[in-house]
T-cell receptor
């Protein structure tokens, strides 16, 4: 089974500062990778995904992530934080073989706080 | 608009009672999923179904049951055997293969009376 590690359960930045949320996964076989955002008492909304091709992927709301196979990482960044970015962020990866390809494995989430 | 509808938004369970959470999608997706979310633990998979009339246990299936009689519906029953059911429950669906993202409903918050 996959495991997903999100370093830092809480990250705080000032408005306008760089946002960096870290995600590492366990498989040596590159899976499909996703970042989701969750606002309070809501479901998860897809920010971006990596499946194949270019390793730098752009998502909604100015976020992007880079898939680094050698580091088994998929860190999420945004050059300039906005107050509306305050939310919880989840990294997720698919299984790496057989029937597990259909399911997602989630990290524990990172709560992003943005200070004015 | 297509989407996933979970109901009710809030649900209370008494001791010894089974409760059923509804999940309906009109996205024509084949696969559907149930997750449990607890603070600081991320999302944990309870059950999933990749086609009608078939489903698999996830990582925390004990105390839960599901059915998939129709493509658009995947109800979750929280049985009295689940001793700690208080959590936020999320339903998701996905079309096609694993490279497609899962789409989520807005969740049901279950509490114990």
């Amino acid at each position: 089974a996959q495991s997903v590690t999100q370093l830092g359960s809480h990250v705080s930045v000032s408005e306008g500062a760089l946002v960096l949320l870290r995600c590492n996964y366990s498989s040596s076989v590159p899976p499909y990778l996703f970042w989701y955002v969750q606002y309070p008492n809501q479901g998860l909304q897809l920010l971006l995904k990596y499946t194949t091709g270019a390793t730098l992927v752009k998502g909604i709301n100015g976020f992007e992530a880079e898939f680094k196979k050698s580091e088994t990482s998929f860190h999420l960044t945004k050059p300039s934080a906005h107050m509306s970015d305050a939310a919880e962020y989840f990294c997720a990866v698919t299984g790496d073989r057989g029937s597990t390809l259909g399911r997602l494995y989630f990290g524990r989430g990172t709560q992003l706080t943005v200070w004015p | 608009d297509g989407g996933i509808t979970q109901s009710p938004k809030y649900l209370f369970r008494k001791e010894g009672q089974n409760v059923t959470l509804s999940c309906e999608q009109n996205l024509n997706h084949d696969a559907m999923y149930w997750y449990r979310q607890d603070p600081g633990q991320g999302l944990r998979l309870i059950y999933y179904s990749q086609i009608v009339n078939d489903f698999q246990k996830g990582d925390i299936a004990e105390g839960y049951s599901v059915s998939r009689e129709k493509k658009e519906s995947f109800p979750l029953t929280v049985t009295s055997a689940q001793k700690n059911p208080t959590a936020f429950y999320l339903c998701a669906s996905r079309r096609g293969q694993g490279n497609q993202p899962q789409h989520f409903g807005d969740g049901t918050r279950l509490s114990i009376l």
